[in-house]
């Protein structure tokens, strides 16, 4: 069991790039969730798969973040035209896929918009 | 809609004295609820989980938490406080109905160990 895991670790792009990151969940966890935390705040969920299908988007903070898991295995994040206000930590949590299954969170990409 | 309170920011207590972390939750349904700990530049790691069966849960790394919906409280206790307890601790809900949505997390309470 290597864990969630999440690339890049560390991100800085300026203002109006696109940035994209990627979260490799455990491997037989059907379920991918994305959170964001900002500085002195706990977890906002944004939006979760179950296998390829994403099951809940309205939580995306605009349409400038899209998410998508194509084969039903790693996910990956886009925030286009980045702006300061999205600077944050951006993090990744896999489970089984049952109801109250315990969420494994990977280490997070820290985003910093110049 | 269903949301989180965590009492108090930053708790400070003495190494070997009793940690106690409040969490209260409002919910219209039977929630899941979690306490999770987030240590500098790390993700979340789960402590333990209420999901409906005993109301004293017992966690890892000698912490425990128990249930009272008649207060709507999920406080988090240790006896005997650890140098290595040092982090940011978050309580968090999930719907029963399950899966619908992603966790809701309190503000997070930053534990402080005084030698």
């Known amino acids: 069991d290597t864990g969630v895991s999440q690339d890049p670790r560390h991100k800085i792009t300026k203002r109006g790039q696109n940035v994209t990151f990627r979260c490799d969940p455990i491997s037989e966890h059907n379920r991918l969730y994305w959170y964001r935390q900002t500085l002195g705040q706990g977890p906002e969920f944004l939006t979760y798969f179950q296998n390829e299908a994403q099951l809940e988007k309205s939580r995306l903070l605009s349409d400038r973040f899209s998410a998508e898991r194509p084969k039903g295995s790693f996910s990956t994040l886009e925030i286009q035209r980045t702006e300061q206000g999205d600077s944050a930590m951006y993090l990744c949590a896999s489970s089984l896929g049952q109801g109250g299954d315990t969420q494994y969170f990977g280490p997070g990409t820290r985003l910093t918009v110049l | 809609a269903q949301s989180v309170t965590q009492l108090g920011s930053h708790v400070s207590v003495s190494e070997g004295a009793l940690v106690l972390l409040r969490c209260n939750y409002s919910?219209?349904?039977?929630?899941?609820l979690f306490w999770y700990v987030q240590y500098p530049n790390q993700g979340l790691q789960l402590l333990l989980k209420?999901?409906?069966?005993?109301?004293l849960v017992k966690g890892i790394n000698g912490f425990e938490a128990e249930f009272k919906k008649s207060e709507t409280s999920f406080h988090l206790t240790k006896p005997s406080a650890h140098m290595s307890d040092a982090a940011e601790y978050f309580c968090?809900?999930?719907?029963?109905?399950?899966?619908?949505?992603?966790?809701?997390f309190g503000k997070g309470t930053h534990l402080i160990i005084q030698p």
């Open positions: 209420y999901t409906s069966a005993a109301t």
């Open positions: 919910s219209s349904v039977p929630p899941y």
């Open positions: 968090a809900l999930l719907f029963s109905g399950g899966g619908a949505d992603g966790l809701t």
